[in-house]
């Protein structure tokens, strides 16, 4: 088992295979305080923009106010601000198309993704933090 360990550490060492590269693509927003607040379903991440399809868990009708995408590879302003309406249960796409996201094509990226929302009966603005590494696409 240690010479196995040693051989896989030479391996990502001398980056012969980027570790990043085995690691599948994902895209979640973890269950905060009350239930699931959004699910994604869907994403795509390109060198300007960003795109996620999410799912309304949050049982109520919520109108959706901004999304903003930030990151150690995103360099300024990656965000929306927007007016989008969602029922519970109801899938919507959302996205920045003002990015500039540097990696290489097909090297994969994190980006932190809030979203601020806010109940169809409320006038506070909440924010669902969530994530996404996914392979950039140029």
Known sequence: PILFLMILGGIAYFEVVQPSTLLPEQCA??????????????????????SVMLVNGAGKNVTIERIAFSGATVSG???QELDSFAQPGETIKLGASNCKISKGDGEKV??????????????ITRTSQGGIFAALRG
């Open 110 to 123: 994190k980006i932190r993704a809030d979203v601020n929302y806010r109940y169809e009966d409320s006038l």
């Open 77 to 79: 302003p990656c965000s």
């Open 29 to 50: 927003f973890p269950v905060q305080f009350a239930p699931v607040q959004f699910a994604c379903t869907d994403f795509e991440v390109t060198t300007t923009s960003v």
